[in-house]
């Protein structure tokens, strides 16, 4: 089924600095030893997540738009290593995550750490020298996130766990890894939220539609892979059986979701001001708030375009991604 043509209501603006981060983030994985497989390496390239963040980040400096690539890829490659027979297996994710968690845990890179912890440890710890410290804490616990969920949802496909709309958007609300890639907003573009302006309702709303919004555009766009690897992770499926309807109506209500994420966002940006006001927040927080709730919007119209250029679903790919399990310190293939 081809996936619908979706127009969403934010402008598509490209970082004048793609080519450049497009480079020099393929240089950065092959130093870090993340494609040394020819295979790895064309599906690394046919991924072009550099377009992907340029989009997302279409005022960020080359600094922090080829940061954003190499943290993108990362979460990527990690994705890709739970697919095919590996989709189900609890043990083996366990034996790729919590290592990860350990690090973000203790902050001690091991000795025989594989290259692909030391890739995340290059991204994290870069992170960390354009943010202030009082938020590293957040970051590493963003990243903390993304890594147990994918636990989780391989413990799910192994147990054939339906989920509810409900339960669903929850859940793909830490599995899609918005919220670390939110961060990297602020860092590549040198500005900070806090705690406080994060705890305004309005700020809140506002971030949920939008991590909703994209994740909901993965899903339609993703479904071929999934339904093919027998993952029912993807909203399209869950309307399917929740609402009993056939798949282009499931299709059709998804992007409707993602329409009404939208919708919300434009509201809630509407109220900012106000919101911010009650919330007796500072003109600096205020002015952040405004800062984000703009710099939101490119992800939601980078994510339709990129969907429609990449080869990232084009072509469903379910077997592992093998590079960053072949050296030493890393989990065997058999695990």
Known sequence: MSCPNITVPFPLRINAHLATARQRDLDWAGRAGLMSTPHDERRYRSWDIALLVAGWLPDAPADGLELAANAFNWCTIYDDLHVGEKSTNSRYARSVGEPLLTYLETGVVPADA?????ALHDVITREKELY?????????????????STMEETGNRANRKPL????????????????????????????????????????????????????????????????????????VFVFERELGCTRQEAVERTVEAVLE???????????????????????????????????????????????????????????????????????????
């Not at 594989?114 to 030391?118: A, M, Q």
């Not at 202030?132 to 147990?148: G, I, K, M």
């Not at 600096?284 to 939101?296: G, K, L």
């Open 261 to 335: 994420a939208c919708d919300n966002m434009l509201l809630q940006r509407s109220r900012m001001r106000t919101a911010c006001r009650r919330s007796g927040l500072t003109p600096e927080e205020t002015a952040c708030a405004f800062r984000f709730a703009h710099d939101i919007m490119y992800p939601i119209s980078s994510m339709v375009s990129w969907q429609q250029k990449s080869a990232r679903y084009t072509r469903p790919d379910n077997t592992p991604y093998t590079s960053v399990l072949q050296t030493s310190g890393a989990p065997r293939k058999d695990s």
């Open 114 to 118: 594989s290259p692909f912890l030391l």
């Open 132 to 148: 202030p410290t009082e938020h590293h804490a957040r970051l590493t616990q963003n990243w903390a996130v993304f890594l147990s």
């Open 164 to 235: 509810s709309y409900r339960e669903y958007r929850d859940f793909r609300r830490k599995t899609g890894a918005v919220h670390l890639m939110t961060d990297l907003i602020e860092v590549a573009n040198g500005y900070h939220t806090t705690a406080e302006l994060r705890a305004v309702p309005a700020f809140r709303s506002l971030f949920d539609s939008a991590n909703d919004a994209i994740c909901y555009i993965n899903d339609l766009y993703s479904q071929t892979k999934e339904e093919a690897a027998g993952d029912h992770h993807n909203l």
